[in-house]
């Protein structure tokens, strides 16, 4: 192959050739807002958004949560013995419980009651 015959193939590279690592940047970036965008429409519609304590209109809220000590949780560390197992067994079966018991179908899915999160008897009102 000749000097000459490697210019002229130089000269022949296509456009999109050309241009490869400009178009790959903008593709990875409309990639990105599109999953940004679904995500985010993902948020608002499952209504997460609405137990986000962290979103700035919930500011007030947040200082009045009281973090309880009580959570029952199970170690990541540790041995690998029966008691360790039977530990594991009990709040797997407690915590199911409180599972099955909700309605998922019913309209109080997200009420306070059963999400946990109903306010200290203290700050209860009384009814009437």
Known sequence: MSEDQLIKDG????????HRFIIMIVTV??????????ALALYASSGAAQLDLSRPG???VRDKVI?????????????LDKQAIDDFRTLFNKS?????????????VLSDQSLQI?????DTPPSQ
């Open 11 to 18: 000269d022949e590279v296509s456009p999109w050739s050309q």
């Open 29 to 38: 970036i409309i990639v990105s807002l599109v999953m940004v965008g679904s």
């Open 58 to 60: 919930y500011q007030a």
């Open 67 to 79: 973090p309880s000590d009580k959570f029952d949780t199970y170690s990541s560390t540790g041995t």
């Open 96 to 108: 199911s419980k409180q599972v099955i018991g909700v309605d998922s179908y019913g309209g109080d």
């Open 118 to 122: 109903d306010p200290p008897a203290s």
